[in-house]
């Protein structure tokens, strides 16, 4: 996968480096006060809601559920934000008590809007039902008003549902406003029915964090009739989504959520049926007893009817409670649920205390192997978004085993489907099912059995399910496009690596899991759908005119991630390249002329790795598709890679050479993936880097071979190693191999150490071997190893194997030794070379930029360290494998044999090595005297690397800035891009330490100095014809001449963006090279006429690289209001600005020098509407490193640290990024302490320094 964690920032073009796929949504768990007041709260609602619930109750028992199994839902699929016995489809769709859409009427009185959810739903403007009145000021039964789509008996706002629900001014047997009350009860802006209700709340009783109504105090999302856990539910349960008189549980719904002891308001028991009540050996329908019966609710030894559970020492008008329980409803037991919470053994007065998630083994039990999947799916693209599912999993015991266990997410199955059976005798009764369960904290769906599984036998489970197209980017999700006139589409699409194929159907989702996928879609005529292998027949839908199956051809063993689907109205164009594999790439129609660069170039990509691993492509056909909303940059799914538009569509007109190189890229990236991860993939995500780290390694091979004069190896250190090389210096880092469990842990590491620092040490490994050797174990590894699992020793082994063979390694050596020094243990080492005559001493220690005297890492850090030199007197630059190997176990060493200290020495040849060099000074100087004389002497690569390990060194306080900006000087003298882009990258550091300070003019003055050479070379007029990398030198120079001011830069980009003003029309007058600087200078330097025209552009825009390029530049206004509305429409629906964008506008306005304190506002202010936004934290934890990547004083430090306490229980995926925030502040606050001064002094010893006449 291609992630925006690590795509490189393609100069001009300014992909914005996006997060992980939108991360799995673990919100906070929810806890209830204990306060008797509940059970007035939960009379009210009760009363509310007693007519829709009716209602679902009644289709319930019409319906039946299964004595044996306790039914997680209801027969029928969901509305776009809830379910509730309604059904989706504009025309209906039979079976299973299906409703149709806008005119339908169902089973049990049920009628349906479009919007509407709940027990009881809402009809259109004439539509009336079951006592629905559906007017603007229409009023139902029981005194009840309703709002434009409210539904009789119950008024609800868009998303609202659930007793009463409503508008700001709604009414509803509770009317309420912002701060408004009725019947004693005070609401939220969207509060809901007889108590206080969150945002997304629902149901009877909800909960502001300190929402009150009668003196009832709830948690966020809480609901009906009482409040509860994650899991819990009472009366009413509910999803993030969930809605209505019946909610739903992850996978069961309304009025029946089970749990090992049952849930309230609806309690399972082994025997329990009923829409209502759940009971007992010896319960009895309406009313749900435990020994000595309880009515309405639920509960314990001496439970009393009504609402209350006793305890022993339960107290308080009429209401009982547990030990640690909770008012009004709630009965405990150490794991069961009733009334709604449970508290875990350390739950205390009314908080439920989960266990920690350490103590959580997230991991499937190994007792049963999928073999073959057959999935059925119909998505409701242009209904209501539902998806109707059906799946069948051969599998075989590994062991004895009385449970079934697997994957589910969002959800809602249907247990009377619910079949096991043996493969030997699949028309017998086969094993009985006596309990369904679902473990929220695990995603897991667990089937109790009655009789154990016999090891060694095959079992097939089958049933049936309903799903939902999600708007997060994740799982089996929705993505809209407008087409050439201007009408929306829909497509449905698929992204589930890491953990989200459970949210398309029941699975093993664990990448060890491997199977066959056997894939059904069901689409309308007029769409197509496209799967991991090709399609072999297509047949009509039983009893749905308009609509047809496509059946695909069973798959090679693979892991669930890997699975993928898309529905769509999209277009294709195919290449023959490849003479054995069919090469297809896909886009909206209006964009298919985009795609031929990805034809032409993905067939040659995928030859050229078939050639490189000696082991062709094993699918008969491989598709590419541009996804107009995707989270992450591209994704390798075996044999249908999705990639987001900007990342596969290229307009050679408008999108430039960046863009082309980019494409390059990611395509090649994930071609990689189909031998390195698809082919042979990790066991667990620990080894994620293995996926990764080699894709982009091996990718850059293939864009070297594309381009061979593009100098991608030599980018690579520039770009990939040298940026990470800048973060895996912190304390905060983490080793490449991380053991992770929870999905929010696994998310996380998809980051720059897992993909630049991977690759770099793959590198590494890559010049130690040599080539041919490496290439040698890479082939025996894939070979023996193919369409199964694989840990990093078992490539050491492999690798070794041939490095032995080849006597590329010695013997007395392995790769186990040398990688697990540099994969098990975070950072990396700073070799310094201290010279006396021909002798030289080496020692290693931890490369840390700050180090922090409080740290309590006692760890010894030392690596294993191929060192390689050369000398002035012989300098050679392109012999690779080391000259001598220091030892882990070696602090120090000595080399003989150099040249006299006369002469220069240069260790880490072409920079093969992940580690830094620091000389002494004289060495220092010798190398500074060979760049200003004659500095090609010295290879591209390494002069990069010199000035990048000067400065870096400098930062972290082991080489005086004198010597470091000394080494910059001979720049003047430099045509390369790739020193260049090492020397403005570690400049940019100091740009931005000195922003805010009295000593920038004088800066400003050295970078113009040693600038204005280069902008003078390249000149501002730019040419598409001029190779790649003089392309890129322009970009690079007339983006820091704009940026610094520099006036020939600035008012050729005023005058050329007026005459794209002029000539709206003619989108040729700016180069795509210089899009983005002439826009952004521009819209600095105008106001409100400017940026409307630049948004306008960006509307009209059907190029993904232009439209990119045009958010960045409107995020460079100056005027504070304009900055402030962009913030506002990058995180609200329907703005313009696609949810996958939303870093890229952040990122904009906080790089901006007027924009940086708003968006730091801006995030502390909207926190949750944000969080809320995307369904994660992760991304949360990217615009803080993003915002507060320039804090540099100690009141941005307390404003973070003080940010981070007060959303300690809230961070979750978000909290590496958090602290390594804290820790870059606190590191530019010890710089700025340590050496603004003495920068200063040698600006002003060199005659930079600005000073103010005084008259």
Partial sequence: MTGYSQSREALDMDVTKVGRPVSLVRKPAV?????????????FVSATLATGLLVYFNSSQAEGTSKKTLDLTVSTPLQETGVGGVVPQETGVGGGGVVPQETGVGGGGVVLQETGVGAVVVPQDTGVGGGVVPQETGVGGGGVVLQETGVGGVVLQETGVGGVVLQETGVGGVVLQETGVGGGVVLQETGVGGV??????????????TGVGDGVVLQETGVGGVVLQETGVGGVVLQETGVGGVVLQETGVGGVVPQETGVGGVVPQETGVGGVVVPQETGVGGVVPQETGVGGVVLQETGVGGVVVPQETGVGDGVVLQETGVGGVVVLQEKGVGGVVVPQETGVGGVV???????????LPRALKPLHYMVKLQPFINGNFSIQGFVQVRMVALQATSNLTLHIADIITKNDTIKLVPVDDPEGPGIGITQNLYDNERQFYIALLETELVEGKQYVLSMQFTGYLNDQLKG???????????????????QFEPTDARRAFPCFDEPSMKAEFEIYLARESSMNAISNMPKVESFPVEGQEGWMWDHFNTSVPMSTYLVAFVVSDFVHMDSQDNDHVLFRVWSRESAIDQASYALQTGPEVLTFFENYFSIPFPLPKQDMIAIPDFSAGAMENWGLITYRETDMLLNPVASGASSMEFVTVVVAHELAHQWFGNLVTPKWWTDIWLNEGFATYVGTLGVNHIGPTWQSMEQFVSGDLQDVLALDCLQSSHPISVPVGHPDEINQIFDSISYSKGASIIRMMSNFLTEATFRKGLTNYLSNLAYGNAEQDDLWQFLSEAGHEEATLPADLTVKMVMDTWTLQMGYPVVKVVRNGTLATLTQERFLLIKNENWTDSHDYKWWIPLTYTTQENPNFESTPPDVWMKDSESQIMISSLPSQEHWVIFNVQETGFYRVNYDDDNWNLLIKQLNTNHTLIHVVNRAQIIDDALDLAQAGQLSYNTALNVNVYLRNETEYVPWESALSNLEYLEMMFTRSAGYGALKSYLLAIL????????FEDNLNDPLLEQYKRVEALSWACNLDYQDCVHNSVSLFQQWMDNPANRSIISPNLMTTVCCTAIAAGGEEEWNFAWNQYLTSNVGAEKNKLLVALGCSREIWILSRYLDMSFTEDSGIRKQDAHTVFGSVARNDVGRDLAWNYVREEWEKISNYFGSFTTLGDLVKTVAYEFNTKQEKYELELFREEHAGELETAKRAVDQAIERTTNNIAWMENYYDVIVLWLHDNGYHKMIKHF
Avoid: H
């Fill in 196 to 209: 206080v209700l969150q945002e997304t709340g629902v149901g009877g009783v909800v909960l502001q964090e």
């Fill in 1012 to 1019: 204005t050479p280069l902008y003078d070379s390249v000149g």
């Fill in 353 to 363: 205390v989960p266990p920690s998630r350490e103590e959580v083994n997230i991991r």
């Fill in 476 to 494: 089996f999700y929705r993505s809209t496009y407008k087409d050439q006139d201007g009408n929306d589409r829909w497509i449905a699409v698929s």
């Fill in 31 to 43: 806890y209830v006060q204990r306060r008797v007041a509940v059970l007035l709260a939960f009379l």
